[in-house]
């Protein structure tokens, strides 16, 4: 009996060491634990965030000389299509404008306002405007009082005048360029027309300069012949 008592012991005590020390089945793969640097890429630092480049660079804004040119080459392309005329940006912008808002205006012998105007009266309403200056009020009279200048040398602002063969002065224009220039027609009204239409080509008597006016064109006179010894 004693010693049935200690077999038993003995059988119990292997059989507990035997639990204690297994290792575990080499067939049951542990589950891996994830790289700490893997974990650390998803989740950048404060500092990496601040430091990191903006992508997409901020659009410089417009200086304002690029925006004051911009503003003029619109004004001039408005002024070339209105008038008809082929700019290069150097003419007077303040008799291009006064030119314009008078075209369209009715004629009216013997008035000189924006309801009707003849054709001296709109030249005089145009050189007070523009150049400060007080004309003469009939056509025959201006001449009178301009230079005379030939035909191929008639700059922006002088003055032309048409005659009937031989007979008296009757109608006046301001010149633009290009052959057109600005006046009040009977039964168009303030228009811009070309020195070579017929009718204009057969009773052209002679262009005159006022001295004034020249001497306030001057500065963009001079800008034109600085282009052109830039250009050769």
Known sequence: MKHSLLY???????????????????????????PAVAEASLLPTMSEVVAEP????????????????????LRYGYYAQTLGLHLNQHENTELLQTVTDWVGTPYSFGSNSRRGTDCSGFVTQVFKAVYGIKLQRSAHSMFGTVKRVARAEMQTGDLVFFRHRGGYIYHVGIYLKDGKFAHSACGRGVTVSSLHEGYYARNFYAAGRVAAAALADAPATEQLLADAKTDR
């Not at 012991?9 to 994830?34: G, H, I, Y």
């Not at 804004?61 to 080459?73: I, Q, T, Y």
């Open 54 to 73: 903006a992508t997409t660079p901020a659009t410089a804004l417009p200086s304002v000389a690029a925006v004051a040119a911009s503003r003029d080459s």
């Open 8 to 34: 038993c012991l003995a059988a119990a005590s292997l059989t507990l060491s035997f639990f204690f020390e297994r290792t575990p089945d080499a067939s049951v793969t542990p589950r891996a634990a994830a």
